[in-house]
């Protein structure tokens, strides 16, 4: 059983995709060519916002976001405790202070109560300044965007929505990218929209930091290639990529239907073994992944073994919280408990999951994990 069947979906696709492909190679079209302009124009529509940026991964788009904001030395960004450490890299890259928040013990997303007490923190202290925060859509579900807006808006710092995981979900009737200030996203091949290499957008409705981030992402280029007008990195989508996520997204809304109908098994079937993930009633998560946390009792690397035994993968989402990472030991968590982002890293685990799980292997997961319970419940 595969974890995310990508092959599946390929065999799905196959045609469409090797044609778009054979299109590319036959006008060796490679770089910037005509269907970024397109898969640009579908995706900016599908998420609703005036510009999607491409570029050559989401880690990129974070950092083409911190780059056009000027963010940098002196400057403080909040960032939820639980997320892959991409969503705050680049800004460290280029000088600014990474201030980790609590997470919310129901949705895994930054507690906005906790965001406000560092922002406090930190204005207290008076040796940075508060400039965004970084808020994460995390395994496909949205942040609590209309909390996090209020505190955004009374201390006038910028909204950055990381959906990188993002992709396909809705908070009320927006879509996931569309929710902060500016938005990024990632086409790993993993993610929801994900596609067969690198790549990455960045979200926006303000033409002015459009046109910054266009000519960022190719050296700053100005009118022609060869009039730099700023300091930029290279960060192009392949146009191969982008044919085959014009592919993609023709069947992304399906995709995304089939994970609901497959996460609603998956809850009614197991939440009374394990913690399933938070029911969205106003709107919908992407389900990037289906992470259920374990009962303390429970010893995880003997549940993942019996899983592996019984040739069911399972990944955890992630085994560490950003401040305990060895890159930053040092830290300033100016006294905040991250009590919960602990627990949830120590008792999470990662389901087989994607839209081509077929039900005979989601059968076999559940009633893998019922045996474990009767076995070594308790344990
Ligand atoms: C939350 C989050 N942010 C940012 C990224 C970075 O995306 P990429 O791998 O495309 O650079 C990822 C990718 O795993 C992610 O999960």
Request: aromatic share 10%; hydrophobic share 35%; net charge negative.
């Amino acid at each position: 059983m595969e974890f995310i069947n990508l092959k599946a979906q390929y065999e799905k696709m196959q045609s469409e995709i090797n044609q778009e492909i054979k299109k590319c190679l036959s006008k060796a079209d490679f770089i910037m060519g005509t269907a970024i302009d397109e898969f640009e124009h579908q995706l900016a529509k599908y998420v609703g916002v005036k510009h999607a940026i491409t570029c050559g991964s989401g880690t990129d788009a974070l950092q083409l976001i911190y780059m056009a904001y000027g963010i940098g030395e002196g400057d403080a960004v909040f960032c939820p405790d639980m997320t892959f450490i991409a969503s705050v890299e680049p800004a460290c890259l280029l000088g600014a202070t990474p201030v980790l928040c609590e997470i919310d013990s129901n949705t895994y997303n930054i507690d906005a109560s906790s965001l406000e007490r560092q922002i406090k923190r930190v204005l207290e202290e008076g040796n940075l300044k508060p400039r965004a925060v970084v808020a994460v859509d995390f395994l496909g579900r949205p942040a609590e965007y209309d909390e996090i807006r209020k505190i955004t808006n009374k201390y006038e710092i910028l909204l950055i929505e990381d959906a990188a995981q993002g992709i396909g979900a809705f908070y009320g009737q927006s879509a996931c990218g569309s929710l902060g200030d500016i938005g990024a996203t990632s086409f790993f091949p993993s993610k929801p929209l994900g596609a067969y290499g690198d790549g990455g957008a960045v979200f926006t409705n303000n033409d002015t930091i459009a046109d910054r981030i266009r000519s960022m992402r190719v050296h700053g280029k100005g009118t022609s290639k060869y009039e730099n007008i700023c300091i930029g990195i290279n960060s192009r989508l392949d146009t191969i990529q982008a044919q085959i996520l014009l592919v993609k997204l023709k069947y992304l809304e399906e995709e995304i239907l089939r994970r609901q109908t497959i996460a609603k098994i998956y809850d009614c079937k197991l939440q009374s073994l394990v913690k399933v993930p938070p029911y969205n009633a106003t709107g919908r998560s992407a389900y990037a992944q289906y992470v259920v946390l374990l009962k303390e009792t429970v010893n995880r690397e003997h549940f993942r073994n019996y899983l592996a035994q019984h040739n069911i993968p399972s990944i955890v989402y992630y085994p560490n919280p950003l401040h305990r990472l060895p890159v930053f030991h040092n830290i300033n968590t100016y006294g905040e408990s991250y009590a919960i982002t602990e627990q949830y890293s120590e008792t999470n685990v990662g389901l087989p999951f994607s839209p081509y799980l077929t039900n005979e292997e989601q059968d076999k997961v559940i009633s893998t994990i019922k045996d474990y319970d009767f076995l070594y419940g308790g344990h």
